[in-house]
């Protein structure tokens, strides 16, 4: 497991930007699949995005792709969430996870470290 740490999370009006960043220790990041999922009040968690170990592919839900766009940095063992033309709806906690098995990215039951979450809220 790697211990995550998410920040970035702010108010923002809608249609404005945010990027989150997902912060990694141990030295073997470079190996992990790590995703945003997010959770707004009273609703499940949802998947937002995922990228493999080198970065060279990525998945997104339906709702944010074209808007968000996931990428990473191993060398500095961070991953980023830059969120464009934000919405109401994508209000939620943002969280970041971890995983070593690209096989169900989508899947929060794939992930087996988790960050403590970083809020965001959207402004109509």
């Known amino acids: 497991q790697v211990r995550l740490v998410e920040s970035g999370g702010a108010l923002v009006q809608s249609g404005g930007s945010l990027r989150l960043s997902c912060a990694a220790s141990g030295r073997s990041f470079s190996s992990y699949v790590v995703a945003w999922f997010r959770q707004a009040p009273g609703k499940e968690r949802e998947f937002v995005a995922a990228i493999n170990w080198s970065g060279g592919s990525t998945a997104y839900a339906d709702t944010v792709k074209g808007r968000f766009t996931i990428s990473r940095l191993n060398v500095k063992n961070t991953v980023y969430l830059q969120m464009n033309s934000l919405k109401a709806e994508d209000t939620a906690v943002y969280y970041c996870?971890?995983?070593?098995?690209?096989?169900?990215?989508?899947?929060?039951?794939?992930?087996?470290?988790w960050g403590q979450g970083t809020q965001v809220t959207v402004s109509s």
């Open positions: 996870a971890a995983t070593l098995i690209w096989e169900h990215p989508y899947y929060w039951s794939e992930y087996d470290s």
